[in-house]
């Protein structure tokens, strides 16, 4: 069995033998992480292992990036507010 989840969270279950995993209406850039169950293998690891694919395509990152739309002022204040955090602890650093 193949599954693949979709940004908002629903589960589709794909038949291997037909062309249904190539799915339109995926916004972005990145592909969906897909998984194959082995034989014998546990739903627990099964679950263990599509949770870490997921995180390393960076599928939560962006889920919460587009939770909310930011305006560019926004979008740049907080930049530079990380650049600042980011100076300041480069600075702490040094001085120890």
Request: hydrophobic share 30%; aromatic share 6%.
């Amino acid at each position: 069995m193949t599954f693949r989840v979709r940004l908002d969270g629903s589960v589709l279950r794909l038949n291997e033998n037909t062309n249904e995993d190539r799915e339109t209406g995926f916004q972005g850039t990145h592909a969906m992480p897909v998984i194959k169950i082995k034989d014998n293998e546990s739903f627990e690891g099964a679950m263990k292992r599509f949770k870490k694919t997921c995180e390393k395509a960076g599928i939560l990152t962006e889920l919460r990036r587009r939770e909310y739309y930011d305006k560019p002022s926004i979008r740049k204040k907080k930049k530079e507010a990380a650049s600042r955090k980011r100076a300041l602890k480069k600075l702490r650093r040094s001085m120890n």
